[in-house]
């Protein structure tokens, strides 16, 4: 019930105009940033991991033009970085926010340049962890998530997260 409140809350927000793919991309960067801070300052060996298996499964999607694949793996990607924080709550909140946003991302992600710039900036987030890189971490990301709503906005337009929810 309450993930259902949830999405009913934040497609009426679009609806009347009090929230825009902008106010989703917020949530999802300060939920990010928080646990990219966490990971860096508490390495996770097996998170590292499993981010950069992502990123391999991101490639072979990429080489082998498979987009459905490669939006799961780059979905993934992002999911593991949440659930390195080990808390379910913060987990399900961000994997509700990120509905959201599948559908104008797997429009983006069938865009080859779009595809290889979002692996590139995976593996730099992941250097950036790896080095602790705190500064570095927030920028990428933010950088990142920047440009994944320009994206949007371009190739389907902002109110393409309103109309994928009817």
């Known amino acids: 019930n309450f993930l259902d409140t949830l999405a009913r809350n934040i497609t009426t927000y679009y609806r009347i105009d009090k929230a825009d793919v902008f106010h989703v991309a917020e949530l999802r960067k300060l939920i990010e940033i928080a646990a990219l801070e966490r990971l860096a300052t508490s390495p996770n060996e097996e998170a590292m ?28 990607f992002h999911f593991e970085i949440v659930d390195a924080l080990n ?14 946003m599948r559908e104008p991302m797997e429009v983006t992600g069938r ?12 593996e730099r987030i992941v250097d950036a962890l790896t080095q602790g890189s705190l500064d570095d971490i927030r920028l990428l ?4 998530l920047d440009q994944s ?3 949007i906005c371009t190739v389907v337009g ?9």
């Open 111 to 122: 865009v080859p340049a779009i595809m290889k710039d979002s692996i590139r900036d995976h």
């Open 158 to 166: 902002d109110s393409a997260i309103v109309d994928s929810l009817d």
């Open 87 to 100: 808390n379910p709550l913060i987990s399900m909140l961000y994997k509700q926010v990120m509905v959201l």
């Open 149 to 151: 709503i320009s994206n």
């Open 141 to 144: 990301l933010t950088a990142h």
């Open 49 to 76: 991991g499993r981010l950069n298996d992502t990123i391999v499964h991101q490639k072979k999607a990429q080489a082998d033009s498979d987009f459905h694949s490669y939006q799961d793996w780059h979905f993934k």
